[in-house]
Antibody, heavy 121, light 107 residues
């Protein structure tokens, strides 16, 4: 069974930093692209960033470009999201999601259970 | 970016009835369209990809159609577990974008 387990969320002050992790199991991690998708309360999901199977082919939403960094460690089957210069509008549940292909940018199946990031003073 | 618009925002349906949900793209996304179901407190679950292909384990009562800018998700006979919010997502162009959702509620 494919499982994705996010961690690292929490309360952070505006301007602060946080690193999210997503531990993957049940599939060959280094064969698939991965993404981070966030969802603010009561809102639609918002795609944040994608990374290809080998760590190349990296893409970001304009709303996070220059502030967030996606990476992966295929030796640890783990996906990361380094978030800097956090703003109140970054408050959301952050999901990691497995892409359907080696290079990201397709449908997501499955998603992790999510980790809540709250940016507030 | 491609704006995805879903309608209606809320659909009130009786169990056993048919539900038809719409998703419109601001420009053509070919057939690069997925549908997800989300229940309260849970992550979205993939139902349909490539506009009309059911994901693994998804019941046959869920079907998708459309291409270009207009897409439809049909639930042929609503079961109690189908009451949820449904989102469409295009993956034809970056950035990947989602629709605003349709909440299917019990009538």
């Amino acid at each position: 069974e494919v499982q994705l387990l996010e961690s690292g969320g929490g309360l952070v002050q505006p301007g602060g930093s946080l690193t999210l992790s997503c531990a993957a199991s049940g599939f060959t991690f280094n064969n698939y692209g991965m993404s981070w998708v966030r969802q603010a309360p009561g809102m639609r999901p918002e795609w944040v960033s994608a990374i290809g199977f080998s760590g190349g082919h990296i893409f970001y939403a304009d709303s996070v470009k220059g502030r967030f960094t996606i990476s992966r460690d295929n030796s640890k089957d783990t996906l990361y999201l380094q978030m800097d210069s956090l703003r109140a509008e970054d408050t959301a549940v952050y999901y990691c999601a497995k892409d359907s292909r080696a290079v990201g940018g397709h449908w997501f199946d499955p998603w992790g259970q999510g980790t809540l990031v709250t940016v507030s003073s | 970016e491609v704006v995805m618009t879903q309608s209606p925002a809320t659909l009130s349906v009786s169990p056993g009835d048919r539900a038809t949900l719409s998703c419109r793209a601001s420009e053509s996304v070919s057939s690069d369209l997925g549908w997800y179901q989300q229940k309260p407190g849970q992550a979205p679950r993939l139902l349909i990809y490539d506009a009309s292909t059911r994901a693994t384990g998804i019941p046959a009562r869920f079907s998708g159609s459309g291409s270009g800018t207009d897409f439809t998700l049909t639930i042929s006979s609503l079961q109690s577990e189908d009451f949820a919010v449904y989102y469409c997502q295009q993956y034809d162009v970056w950035p990947l974008t989602f629709g605003g959702g349709t909440k299917v509620e019990i009538k």
